[in-house]
């Protein structure tokens, strides 16, 4: 069922339909309403709002467009300077109303435009149907106005997808920043005069959904947020943080303990990554999951990993560890390691049968045992695997950090205001990293 309706009023060449009324709009509504009846949907008309005339004067037709704009009776008339601002503030209000089923209405000639539009500007939660309008809306229904779906439509050339591209890029990198400046966690423990480090908060980005908003750096195909959107935010992180997003690599999440060792054959997925080459950032994600970071100041290496209590029970922070040992010929003493925000024992609980497992690790990470979903402190496990594995005590920054202004491993759950969570959130979450890079 088509929850809302697009309605692309811009002609061939990208001048406004030149052959309609101040009737045609009406004329076009009118059509759509019976082609769907019995349903009620959205109605949005993409209106670019062109340049007035010499002699001062409006168009009619103009005039008569945002006559129409009646957000009560769900018709909105969206003015905007380019189809991709006027598309992408559509988004943000089919967002904000959890709508996903889509119809695209737009002329022959503009049909490849907007569906490579739609392809950059959503993801595949979005559901969408396009068709085709001719410029003589006054036919008798809507069946005589659209194209058919199987008609012939010209590919889209590779430059003027190109274009579209940079449009996107152009328009995002002008958005305003939302809920508050960019804001980075730095660790005392990692010396920043061989390393780049941080971990990302939710703040200083453009992603407007509220459970993404508004630094989310992960896209994925069962959220909202484009790759568009995600890079955007990563741009400005990096800007802020002095690195090249251009040498950035983020783990693919596997909730495992595979590791890639930069250089090296690439694994299809992998939680942890380790490098010795200068001028690259690799970062870990964390909604909950620990992004944890390592650092060689000795050697010169270090690596990321993302740890979910299902990739701690793997040990996925030693295999980073034990990679960097065998690969870098670093000395596990002279490793240090710092653990990100992540959900704290306070929010975080497992079946009985995982929680056994962590208890076996070590009783004190387990609370509530004998309950059907026991508490579980994932951070305290990773720390007596780290140390089992022979980092030193002093080397490990994690909650266990008394001082307020120097502990980074918050809970995530507890600070909706600074960071994203899985658990709290649900699917829609965002999500922030931890990232690190070995200066020049």
Request: charged letters at 20%.
């Amino acid at each position: 069922m088509v929850r809302a309706i697009l309605i692309d009023l811009k002609g061939e060449g990208g001048a406004p339909w030149r052959n309609w009324t101040p009737q045609s709009p009406s004329s076009l509504l009118e059509m759509v309403r019976k082609a769907n009846d019995g349903q009620d949907p959205l109605i949005f008309l993409l209106f670019c709002q062109s340049l007035p005339s010499e002699n001062g004067r409006e168009d009619p037709l103009h005039v008569a467009v945002r006559g129409l704009h009646c957000p009560e009776r769900g018709m909105e008339v969206v003015c905007a300077r380019s189809t991709v601002a006027a598309l992408y503030t559509v988004k943000q209000k089919l967002d904000a109303k959890d709508v996903s089923q889509i119809q695209v209405l737009s002329v022959p000639q503009r049909k490849a435009f907007m569906m490579a539009l739609v392809d950059q500007l959503f993801t595949s939660v979005y559901q969408f149907e396009f068709g085709v309008l001719q410029a003589n809306v006054e036919a008798r229904n809507l069946e005589q106005a659209a194209g058919s779906p199987g008609e012939f439509l010209p590919p889209l050339l590779v430059q003027d997808l190109g274009k579209i591209q940079s449009e996107i890029k152009i328009y995002l990198e002008g958005l305003p920043t939302l809920k508050g400046e960019l804001r980075i966690l730095r660790a005392v423990l990692i010396p920043d005069h061989t390393f780049l480090h941080g971990f990302t908060t939710r703040t200083g980005g453009i992603s407007s959904i509220p459970s993404l908003s508004s630094c989310n750096l992960f896209s994925s195909s069962k959220r909202r947020d484009p790759p568009v959107v995600v890079q955007e935010n990563l741009r400005r992180l990096a800007a802020a943080a002095g690195f090249n997003p251009q040498t950035y690599h983020s783990v693919k999440v596997n909730h495992a303990s595979d590791v890639w060792v930069m250089g090296k054959a690439k694994p299809d997925s992998y939680d942890g990554i380790i490098t010795n080459q200068t001028g690259v950032t690799i970062a870990a994600p964390g909604a909950d999951c620990i992004p944890v970071l390592f650092a060689d100041p000795v050697r010169k290496a270090c690596g990321a990993a993302h740890s979910g209590w299902q990739g701690t029970l793997l040990g996925v922070s030693m295999a980073t560890v034990n990679a960097m040992v065998a690969e870098y010929d670093c000395h596990v003493e002279d490793i240090l390691v710092v653990l990100g925000p992540s959900v704290g024992p306070c929010c975080f609980t497992l079946p009985q049968e995982s929680a056994k497992e962590f208890h076996r690790i070590d009783p004190n990470c387990v609370r509530y045992l004998d309950s059907s979903e026991p508490s579980i402190d994932i951070r305290r496990a990773t720390r007596v695997l780290l140390e089992a594995g022979g980092i030193l005590p002093q080397n490990i920054q994690d909650d266990t950090v008394r001082d307020p202004n120097q502990n980074l491993t918050l809970c995530t759950a507890c600070h909706p205001e600074q960071f994203y969570s899985h658990v709290r959130d649900g699917e829609n979450f965002g999500t922030q990293i931890g990232f690190i890079s070995i200066k020049d």
